[in-house]
């Protein structure tokens, strides 16, 4: 299959002071028809690839091609190409749900009667018709996400950029946005998304690739990050005494394969099939353990694995 | 479809998007293009001459009247200018990002900015047609008009309204949401009352320094062009002055606004 986003080395470093390198050498293939997750931090550097991607980042160095066109010299015709969804409502709020549709489709050269049709299609299909004359602000955080996704496609676009689409919303408005990600991709869609959910990267995404510091940690599908990362069970314990002797109790336990110090206690990854975690929690519980939180592998502990920090820290 | 085509088919649906934005909000928007000339005319031509004050008067016989209607048609275009242009572009280049979604648009960058002057111009135009009768008819004093040539006239409305949108341009991308009042303090104030909308530019030759130091300014230029297209028996500035000057000043208030307008929008 032909890549719809091919990125190769690309940096970019944004102009001090001081100096913030953003990206730090990304190369990726984005199998169209796909669904290719950028999964990290704030301030990994996914949004500025997707700025990159979608013509509003010039980069550094490095080359840029989405939908076999080079960004940096075409980025006119790129831009009819691609749909994007900031993760900010960037919706027009002199304008009513309709008119953002239907105004978009304009500026897309759809001619007004199809622009009209085009408009109604989509208001239907993303449930928002009873929506149609409200004013951006007045809708919901789910809700307007929803509508910019449908202006994102208003004009047929072949790759659609999301930057964060479900960051801040409620698990169920998350849950609706993501089955309206699927069935675009369903129909043909190469979706490119960044994301700090775990859960969204590992259920939505076809490829997934891990972003820390500007730099790929790793990439493939979830499935193969998971378990060529280790597939380690991450085992937070809080403790009320002595860390390093709590520590030192853990010296050579069967299925243990790293301890790093928190900031209330001990983090544990141990071997994915659990057997360990018995042992762990009879070795430290004479030293002060006060609470336990075991996540199972998963990409989540993957990241932590990797860059021994928490997603969302 | 050839480049061109398609880059006006974008730029009509840019258009048929603030018209939209102008029908709804027409209200504040003649407001706001009416208030400062309207009672700008009411005071010293209605008010004043009724509570026997001596009105300023101009050089030769003409009315202050007179004298204040090109001046008014040239602030009613830097009002819309600011009001249609400046202060939506400050909002949507701003934290809510609304200028992102026409950004994306298929065109060249500057595609954006440039519609935007030319719909900020055509606004002040409207804004020139609906203040004349105005300030012809409001004042208690006689006042003059006289279209030498309709010519004239056209090439220093276009002209005017062009400078005053490019203005607004150059403000919108320049001044931040939470700078807007400052910019009517130091920027707007000085613009208009340093403007010569209230005494033509010949007669501060009583005031070298300040006759020479006005020359910066925009309205200046937008009113004595005015003046000469509307009320020529007015002392004025030559028109090829005039007009090459506000070609220069929107020329370079255009280039000026679209590179921040490009700053603004890509990193």
């Not at chain 1, 990290?40 to 990159?52: E, F, M, R, V």
């Not at chain 1, 549709?101 to 001619?111: G, I, P, T, V």
């Not at chain 1, 070795?283 to 592998?297: F, I, S």
């Given at each position: 299959m032909a890549a719809a986003v091919q990125l190769h080395d690309v940096r970019k470093v944004y102009d001090g002071p001081p100096p913030v390198t953003a990206l730090d050498g990304v190369s990726l293939d984005?199998?169209?028809?796909?669904?290719?997750?950028?999964?990290?931090?704030?301030?990994?550097?996914?949004?500025?690839?997707?700025?990159?991607?979608?013509?509003?980042?010039?980069?550094?160095?490095?080359?840029?091609?989405v939908a076999g066109l080079d960004v940096a010299r075409n980025s006119v015709a790129v831009r009819r190409h691609i749909g994007v969804a900031a993760q900010a409502i960037t919706l027009d709020r002199s304008c009513t749900v309709a008119e953002n549709?239907?105004?978009?489709?304009?500026?897309?050269?759809?001619?007004?009667?199809d622009a009209r049709r085009r408009t109604k299609e989509l208001l239907e299909r993303f449930l928002i018709a009873d929506k149609q004359a409200s004013m951006p602000g007045q809708l919901s955080g789910g809700l307007a996400q929803r509508v910019q996704l449908a202006r994102a496609i208003a004009h047929r676009p072949t790759v659609l950029f999301l930057d964060e689409p479900t960051a801040g919303l409620?698990?169920?408005?998350?849950?609706?946005?993501?089955?309206?990600?699927?069935?675009?991709?369903?129909?043909?869609?190469?979706?490119?998304?960044?994301?700090?959910?775990?859960e969204e990267a590992d259920q939505l995404c076809q490829r997934v690739a891990i972003v820390d510091h500007g730099?790929?940690?790793?990439?493939?599908?979830?499935?193969q990050l998971k378990q060529e990362s280790g597939g380690f069970a991450v085992l937070d314990m809080a403790l009320a005494g002595n860390h390093?002797?709590?520590?030192?109790?853990?010296?050579?336990?069967?299925?243990?394969?790293?301890?790093?110090?928190?900031?209330?206690?001990?983090?544990?990854?141990?071997?994915?099939?659990?057997?360990?975690?018995?042992?762990?929690?009879?070795?430290?519980?004479?030293?002060?353990?006060?609470?336990?939180?075991?996540?199972?592998?998963?990409?989540?502990?993957?990241f932590i694995r990797l860059t021994g920090r928490d997603l969302r820290e | 479809?050839?480049?061109?085509?398609?880059?006006?088919?974008?730029?009509?649906?840019?258009?048929?998007?603030?018209?939209?934005?102008?029908?709804?909000?027409?209200?504040?928007?003649?407001?706001?293009?009416?208030?400062?000339?309207?009672l700008t005319v009411f005071v010293f031509t209605f008010?004043?001459?009724?509570?026997?004050?001596?009105?300023?008067?101009?050089?030769?016989?003409?009315?202050?009247?007179?004298?204040?209607?090109?001046?008014?048609?040239?602030?009613?275009?830097?009002?819309?200018?600011?009001?249609?242009?400046?202060l939506p572009l400050s909002i949507e280049l701003g934290a809510t990002r609304e200028i992102e979604d026409r950004v994306l648009a298929p065109i060249p960058l500057a595609t954006v900015p440039l519609a935007k002057v030319a719909f900020g111009a055509f606004q002040g135009l409207l804004a020139g047609a609906v203040i004349f009768p105005i300030i012809t008819a409001l004042p208690a004093t006689a006042v003059h008009i006289r279209v030498a040539s309709w010519g004239m006239l056209l090439l220093m409305l276009i002209l005017s309204?062009?400078?005053?949108?490019?203005?607004?341009?150059?403000?919108?991308?320049?001044?931040?949401?939470?700078?807007?009042?400052?910019?009517?303090?130091?920027?707007?104030?000085?613009?208009?009352?340093?403007?010569?909308?209230?005494?033509?530019?010949?007669?501060?030759?009583?005031?070298?320094?300040?006759?020479?130091?006005?020359?910066?300014n925009p309205l200046v230029y937008m009113s004595e062009g005015l003046r000469i297209a509307l009320t020529p028996d007015v002392p004025h500035l030559g028109a090829g002055i005039a007009a090459g000057m506000l070609a220069l000043l929107a020329s370079l208030l255009t280039a000026a606004g679209v590179r921040g307008f490009v700053r603004r929008v890509v990193a």
């Open positions: 984005v199998e169209a028809g796909t669904i290719y997750g950028l999964l990290g931090p704030n301030g990994a550097g996914k949004t500025t690839a997707i700025g990159i991607c979608t013509t509003k980042v010039g980069a550094t160095s490095g080359s840029a091609v549709l239907y105004y978009h489709c304009r500026y897309f050269r759809l001619h007004r009667d409620d698990p169920q408005s998350r849950l609706a946005l993501w089955d309206l990600v699927a069935a675009l991709r369903s129909e043909g869609l190469t979706v490119v998304l960044t994301t700090h959910y775990m730099r790929i940690l790793a990439e493939g599908t979830p499935e390093a002797v709590a520590r030192a109790a853990l010296d050579g336990v069967a299925g243990v394969s790293e301890v790093q110090d928190t900031e209330h206690g001990l983090r544990v990854l141990v071997s994915a099939d659990g057997t360990a975690v018995p042992r762990v929690v009879s070795r430290v519980a004479e030293h002060g353990l006060t609470d336990l939180k075991v996540t199972e592998p998963s990409l989540e502990t993957v | 479809m050839s480049d061109r085509r398609s880059i006006t088919a974008s730029v009509l649906g840019l258009w048929a998007r603030d018209f939209r934005v102008l029908r709804r909000e027409w209200l504040p928007f003649a407001l706001r293009t009416v208030m400062n000339p309207f008010v004043l001459p009724r509570t026997g004050q001596h009105l300023p008067v101009a050089a030769g016989a003409m009315t202050f009247a007179t004298v204040l209607v090109p001046g008014l048609v040239a602030v009613a275009m830097v009002f819309t200018s600011i009001a249609a242009v400046a309204s062009w400078t005053a949108a490019s203005l607004g341009l150059f403000l919108g991308t320049a001044v931040r949401p939470q700078q807007i009042g400052l910019m009517f303090a130091v920027v707007l104030t000085p613009i208009m009352f340093l403007g010569c909308v209230y005494y033509p530019w010949a007669s501060l030759s009583a005031i070298p320094w300040l006759q020479g130091f006005v020359l910066i």
